[in-house]
């Protein structure tokens, strides 16, 4: 899985770049919301070093339950890991009209700040950065600390179910649609059979 929205990477962080040579089947997502320079960009990278790769191209729509939830509230947006404002979450609260975007960092506790401090460019989005039981303290304060209406969380897991939060959340999601022929399935029903 290859994102357009960080064209270039694929080239320089491990494993990913490592995982790019050996792949057999390389899916570049989110091309609905990305640059189209950066998906040509992406297709001539993977290309350059897996030649032999077969690359797919999807679509990767919101899945959001209740849009109507994030309209005019200051929300605070939960991405997993550092993912700037390119995320679903933020990306989510954007489509959906949300009044603000707040910024958590006057919250931050402990490992978050510490994020921050390494990671001024950030921006209004609060990263968890893992999920071991002090990370998930520090999320749970960083949060229960901020004076949002409203947590955005496009997280893989659900934060409801680990951490205790006084705010009402709203789980944010990417769904996989492959573009065109062959599909995913025809791919793997090809190579697997049934």
């Given amino acids: 899985m ?8 694929e080239l320089q962080h491990y494993p990913g770049e490592s995982n ?25 990278n993977i290309q350059s070093i897996n030649s032999k790769a077969i690359i797919l191209e999807a679509a990767a729509p919101l899945v959001v339950i209740h849009p109507q939830a994030i309209q005019g509230k200051r929300v605070l947006v939960v991405e997993d890991g550092i ?18 975007v707040i910024d958590p960092r006057p919250f931050a506790v402990n490992s978050i700040a510490e994020t921050y401090a390494k990671n001024p460019s950030i921006g209004h989005v609060l990263p968890a950065m893992g ?5 998930l303290h520090d999320l749970e304060q960083t949060i229960n600390h901020s004076d949002a209406d409203l947590v955005i969380a496009a997280t893989p897991i659900d934060l409801q179910r680990v951490i205790h939060l006084n705010k009402p959340v709203e789980r944010v999601r990417y769904e996989l649609q492959v573009i065109g022929t062959p599909t995913l399935s025809d791919l793997l029903m090809e190579k697997y059979g049934r």
Avoid: C, W
């Avoid at 290859?2 to 990477?9: E, F, I, K, L, N």
């Avoid at 091309?31 to 960009?41: H, L, P, R």
């Fill in 2 to 9: 290859a994102d357009p929205h960080r064209a270039g990477s």
């Fill in 20 to 44: 790019l040579r050996v792949a057999e089947l390389v899916i570049i997502n989110r091309v609905d919301s990305a640059n189209y320079a950066d998906i040509v960009k992406m297709r001539k």
């Fill in 83 to 100: 993912q700037n404002q390119t995320g679903a979450g933020y990306i989510a609260a954007q489509r959906f009209r949300a009044a603000e």
């Fill in 131 to 135: 999920y071991s039981e002090a990370e």
